[in-house]
């Protein structure tokens, strides 16, 4: 477990949050490599918000998040953001749309941005993700956006690895509130319709407070704001709102049930992870091997063989059930 | 473990090849019950061929599937279809397109035809699938058939999961040849080309051979076959083609590098689905549990818990990793 010298000044640099260090430590955990240093960075972090931003293509969430991400700096927090998102204009400092506000972001070295490829590896983009944010947290950033194009199992998972989520739609987009899906609208802390200046975006954002209904009081209800990223409009209502998110969960005592929920599918990427490394890159004489072999001279069965390789599988499972 | 009155006649009903029985306990198996007697009738398996038919979509798989499943059964051999396909024709018992050779395998009492629902759950449909053919495989099933439209994960794992893999094509889709991706082309056991009575057929053929080379004589060479699953033309080709390649791996010692992977596949879809279903449906006092617990009050780190989670994980890495 000791870490070479090397490795340790790589860790010491990203705890000091020096941009070459967090920008290489990220290349390392991207290409699955880094566990050790992981475990230290891991240890010092804990106390960045994680804010998911998610929604259909289109909806202008790149430009979102950079306008999200200078009203956060104005307020004096520093800031990671993390796209996931092959189509990300963040891609090798590129930027897109937005451009003054873009360049002010990336030329602040108090904020540190990184685009995620997405890996066909199954469990692979929500594992790196996570270890990203890991990295970013350990760096003292206060605030980490992470922001994913709103696909499948990625909603999910992003919705499952943030103290808050915001769903961004746009008028226009198809049948604009049907984009969303079913899942998405429920998953929302905070709901943005942006392309206000758009026509037909206050019938959005109409439509969209009646699907969510008027909210029976109880625990939180997601607001429903209007944005335009491009002029700013409605940027600092968008911030306001996620810091009263944040305030609710901590009052409420549901930062507890949200932090079980992240723990929970951060635990679930990484074991996923593992059982796919460890059976597509054999190691001889493991007990995944030892395993495998049984199963092939069929001394055993798969569902006892995969039993035993998850320790505490067979004593925490309820009764009646094999 | 004990098994209810009832699961036992379940299993027994499967074991002495019962139609209903086989019905009853792969609707269980899609639910992801019935693992105590999978277990038993896993343990009388052991002596199907898996035969997996993939490509992309157009093909024709569904009919060439019947066909051959038709010269299967002129060959006095047992049966059993599983299509893993939503849009799939077996559903529901509605037949497709080839109606007489289709209902003449529906009349079959030796033959079992289930199409598998895609489902969402990561891992799900594959585990859904390998459970399938485990009580086709226990019913006495001599060959099962297990049919996937060829999208991403699903080819890998029909790869995987069966002794040989038939790749399907057909002119005009496209590009070709072009519609397999690399990994197809290099995957298949056997390709065909269907729909041979199609304008550019023979192109194809020439254009798929061209592209896997000559084969430099060591291992199997894959042939590249024309059928026309419509009128039967090719079929018995492709059922003698299989035959070879079994007989291939016998006597190549290739069965035993063929059935490590498929244990090793069987192993992972397994794993994962366990990891994913008992994070998602929490049992208290879990081993699953107490690491969520943990990693909630920081006490321990996610690589850490992992790791604990998976028997044997720490002692069979390699060195100098953590």
Redesign the interface.
Known sequence: ?RATGAATDLTQGVLAGEVGAIARMITRVERGAG??Q??EL??AG?RARVIGVTGPAGAGKSTLVAALGAEIRRRDVTLGIVAVDPTSPYSGGSVLGDRIRMQALGDDPEVFIRSMATRGA??GIARAT?DAVAVLDASGKEVILVETVGVG?DEVDIAQASHSVVVVSAPGLGDDVQALKAGLLETADVHVVNKADREGADRTVAELRSMLGFGAGEGWVAPVLATCAETGQGVTELANALNQHHDWLVTSGGM?ER??LM??????T???A???E???R??P????????EA??R?TT?????????????L????KG??
């Open positions: 477990m566990a050790d992981l475990i891991y240890r804990g199954l469990g996570a199992q507890y932090q079980r723990a929970r599918h951060r635990l679930k990484l074991l996923t593992l059982v796919h460890r059976l597509d054999p190691v004489g493991s007990a995944f091997e030892t395993a495998v199963l092939c069929r069965d798969p569902w006892t063989a995969a039993h035993s390789l998850l320790e505490g599988e004593s925490g499972r309820p059930r094999p």
